[in-house]
């Protein structure tokens, strides 16, 4: 047998047995227990990594393994052990999970879960098994779940910033960061070469769960002609929301470190109590803190309010009201607004002050898990059952990674 058809087989057990086990929730109109939950994840992790393996095994026995595969290079060359393919802003993670037959629709896969009717929706059954009960949770497809996310990924800043995506075939993974360059010199002829102290440290990725909870009501369920295509939206948009937050402002406990929070990260300030800028000074101090580092800033991500007093900016001539023309340092910026960016933030005596960023963000890269678990239920929730109702739950699990620190810098302090 080949190896292919053997993790094949190893995937339909997997897959039997996890169905079993929500179904028997099902049936006994219960969640997870704790010990239960530990088990279902593992059978989940070691199904959503056997995607990869079948697909490299598939490929070198047709003797045309592509660059579909695990590479932080982004190149063309076969793959060593333990590497893995960062996606580019513009890559789709749907593109690197092979998929037979029509596109799948989370949303009909949703309806079809509540309802117990199918109809419609035989390619998602087909896809989970034929045995998908109406209540308890599933794995998603890979190629749905990488469509979902992909969707978050679109609605986020901080991948069109130039995030990479590093897809996780594990629960842990460890990354490389720099934390500081080799240093050239001149030699003499026959004279030794000088040691450089050139340093490395791991980043340990963990992956973390974010989840999203929503009630619909079963009328809407059952109608709405374009409820497929909204709740795929909608989860997609709030993951969107949670992963610039977090990625910008995360504090690494119980969930992943963002940029304010890594140690490394050059600083700005606006002033002891904050202040309104009326220059454009902070940002070219910020670009000239990531070029001292070696970097090259691309990105700046800022609050809504930010973008507006900057627009507003006026020459400062007295009675002139002509807008000030920024220079050619920030313009070449890509800009980008967050309303996951708060400003009520303390600095100082000021409680209304904000935070923007500047950097090289390919040096940052978002950590996924592609599985994404979706549960239902009509009866759990308060008043549920009653009000003819069904809770929907959604997760999957990333984390953040910060590869060069130095080639960022956070803006502190902005006053509207």
Known sequence: MKLSDKLKARRGELSTTMQSMVDGLATENRDFSAEERTKFDGLKSEKDALATRITDAESAEHGDRTEEGRSMTGDNRQLGDGEVRALRPEQRMAEHIKHDGPPLSLGRMVR?????????????????????????????????????????RNKSVVIPAGALTIPMDTAEMTVVK????????????????TESGQTFAPIKLRAMTLACLTRVSLELLEDAPRFSQTVENAIGASLALELDRVGLFGIGTNEPRGLVNTDGVNSVSMGTNGGTPDDYDEYLDA??????????????????????????????VALDKTTLTPPADFTALKRLVSNQIPVNLTQGSATTCSTSF????????????????????????????????????????????????THFTKIVGIKA
């Open 287 to 316: 670009i000239a803190a990531i070029e001292n580092a070696n970097g090259v800033a691309g990105a700046a991500i800022m609050s809504p309010r930010s973008k507006r007093t900057l627009a507003g900016l006026k020459t400062g």
């Open 358 to 405: 500047v950097g090289d963000f390919s040096q940052m890269a978002i950590a996924m898990r592609t599985g994404l678990t979706i549960e239902a239920t009509r009866t759990g929730g308060t008043g549920t059952f009653s009000q003819l109702e069904a809770l929907i739950r959604g997760y999957i699990r990333c984390d953040v990674a910060v590869f060069r620190p």
């Open 178 to 193: 720099v934390l500081t360059d080799p240093t050239p010199y001149w030699r003499k002829d026959s004279a030794a070469v």
């Open 112 to 152: 079809a879960m509540i309802t117990g009717n199918w109809e419609g929706a035989d390619a998602e059954r087909r896809a989970m098994g034929e045995n998908t009960g109406s209540i308890g949770g599933l794995f998603v497809p890979a190629s749905l779940s990488a469509n979902v996310i992909d969707i978050a």
